[in-house]
């Protein structure tokens, strides 16, 4: 039980176990909403404990307790039952509940909240400093169910929120100044600069592979389908326009991945999931991928004849016979590598993962 609410003091009444009939709360109005009421204590002789803050209150008598400003936790326990109450004692805030304003640790630069706890529609200003060299590539406030929070530009590094009932999280990204100039991805608010993936998604980026979901989201951890891997590829080639009559009643024309899959088809670097289905937006395997991945290295001509042994991979059994040899080829190349000790053939591949893929197929081995 939570109960959230300004007080000074609360009075408890701890008495002996026996021959007393109950044990309660005093102060009604901590238990005054349907919410709150703490049911009630039947007639049992059952030891009664009292936790303020950490002091433990278990003697016969009584104890008037004073409650700070800020948060205090509260445990009664009697028998097996055992009620905890929380309460948030407003301070000079004229009795408003408060609510923290975290600041989460940011590389190369830092964000001051001014006040670092706040009532409910009151103005909360961040002031962001950033270390020399570097700016600000991203700002965000989120509440405690996730909503995304509106930031006002004050000017001279400042930013404005007005608090909602609930805790916040405040999140800074910084990059290099002038980094937009120079990076590719620096559009997509969701690609973390320090990240494993940033190279491999400049590159996609930069050589025109792979663009966002969105003008400002790149979609790193999504899953990659079918017909986004169907189109990468086609662009590797070069776009190559064919003369093939596709047989998936699932791929209409027109629709931006049609000449890919139609081409990608037609080489017999994707198969459809029937012989009239190709499943455009089903998510794709990093087996499957791998497998695509070779079959377009053979059509290009280049070497795949470098492999190595799966079974160093404690789940190595799990990849399907078809995906035996492109996996070893995507292993030994350095395309793919294993999360910990597996290689996990079966898990979904990801929008970072195949542009990982691309920039070292791209760089080690077409070249």
Known sequence: MTCIRPYSYV????????????????????????????????NRAAPCKVT??????????????????????????TGSRTYVLTLERGGSSGGSTLYAVNVAAAEHGSVQASPTRASRGRQVTLTVTPEEGYELASLTVTSANGSTIALTDAGDGRYTFTMPASRVTVTAVFQEAGHGATCPSAIFTDVDTAAWYHEAIDYVVANGLMGGVSSTQFAPDSTLDRATLATI???????PVVNYVLP???VAEGEWYSEAVRWAASTGIVN???????????????????????????????????????????????????AAEPMGWCVAEGLISGIGTEI????????????????????????
Do not use: C
């Not at 803050?53 to 326990?77: F, H, L, Q």
């Not at 089903?282 to 290009?300: G, L, P």
């Open 272 to 322: 459809g999931t029937t012989p009239t289905t190709f499943r455009p937006f089903n998510s794709v395997t990093r087996e499957q991928m791998a497998a695509m991945v070779h079959r377009y290295a053979e059509y290009m001509g280049y070497d795949t004849t470098a492999t190595t042994d799966l079974d160093t991979f404690t789940d190595a059994a799990s990849v399907n016979s078809y």
């Open 52 to 77: 303020v803050n950490g002091t433990e209150y278990d003697k016969a008598g009584s104890a008037e307790v004073s409650i700070p400003t800020g948060s205090s936790t509260i445990t009664v326990s």
């Open 11 to 42: 009075v408890f009444a701890v008495t002996s176990p026996a021959p007393v009939a109950s044990h309660a709360i005093e102060d009604p109005a901590l238990v005054d909403t349907p919410e709150n009421v703490l049911p009630p204590w039947t």
């Open 344 to 367: 996990r053939p079966q898990s979904s591949a990801t929008r970072a993962q195949i542009a990982t893929m691309l920039m070292r197929l791209g760089e080690d081995i077409a070249e």
């Open 248 to 250: 998936f009643e699932d």
């Open 233 to 239: 590829l086609w662009r590797l080639a070069g776009e």
